[in-house]
């Protein structure tokens, strides 16, 4: 089968989708638009971050819509995406301000202990968020799932134009191609989004699959200004996340253009981490091979629940 095949054998099997409602959080001084599945009894909620900085939660949503059988899940727009405040002095906006934002959510719910995902970009605001909040709360964090996560330091991002330009053909390549990697290291959010758009396909393993999604479109200054800090300043987050205490499941698709040897290395970073590599998927484990990714995350976070 291929993968847009196992994807779709996949869809049949599932329940209704949960609904998804919307309220308005204060933190920070920002309001904060946060969308909840009904909560399920007797387990934390799972708050999902989505990463590509540019982008507001429904990167996640629907695809993380099977998680709901078992979880509360809870989604908000990071700060200047979305329907989410935008923060003043937006030009100094930075991933670590993202990241501050997570705990500060988490005391405005009235939330104890949750479990926190991050994809992509969001599994660094995971990872950090986590730091900082475990580092007053203990408990604050139960457990911790990084699905495709960025690297604990920058070292990859340079590398990441051409492992896109060897994974795509004739007009997508093309596209790609034409971009200024350079231009990137300015806030300008037409470029960032162009290039996000450019780039989309090359995350899939599968180009069939790739050619079945629409490439979604960033609207986010703030994350433009995240984004070209990241590309112009780099950044190391080895110390703050050493020996992080939280059991950590690091999920990869083992055939991403991130590649796996970062989710190794942050596995060994962390000191309760456990690796499971997803064959034959790119970027979005959870629509490439939903079967192995979703029994994954069901297992881990199924661990130590509190009994009902």
Known sequence: ?????????????????????????????????????PPV???PPLLCINGGL???????WPALAPLATHRQLMLYDQRGRGA?????????????????????????LGIAQWDVLGHSWGGGIAMLATAL?????PAAVRRLVLVNAVGVTGDWLPRLHD????????????????CDV???TRPDLTVHADYAQAYFSAWFADPAFARHV???????????????RLRRDGYDWRDPLRDLPVPTLVVHGAADVLPLSEAERTARLLARAHLVPIPEAGHNPFWEAPDAFFAAVHTFLAEDAPAS
């Open 84 to 108: 989410s405040q935008a923060p003043p002095g937006m030009q100094a906006s930075r991933i670590a301000f993202d990241a501050g934002d997570v705990p500060a959510l988490r005391e405005a």
């Open 54 to 60: 540019l982008f507001d939660h429904t990167l996640l």
């Open 133 to 137: 909040d475990v580092a007053t709360t």
């Open 214 to 228: 629409s490439a979604p479109r960033g609207h986010s200054e703030t994350g433009a200004h995240v984004a070209a």
């Open 182 to 184: 350079q231009a990137l």
């Open 163 to 178: 492992a896109g330009l060897a994974r795509l053909t004739g007009a997508a390549h093309d596209r790609l191609a034409a």
């Open 41 to 43: 009894e007797g387990a």
């Open 1 to 37: 089968m291929s993968a847009l095949d196992r994807y779709l054998a996949f869809r049949r099997t599932l329940p209704p989708r949960p609904p998804l409602t919307r309220r308005t959080v204060r933190a920070r001084g920002l309001d904060f638009a946060v969308y909840e599945t």
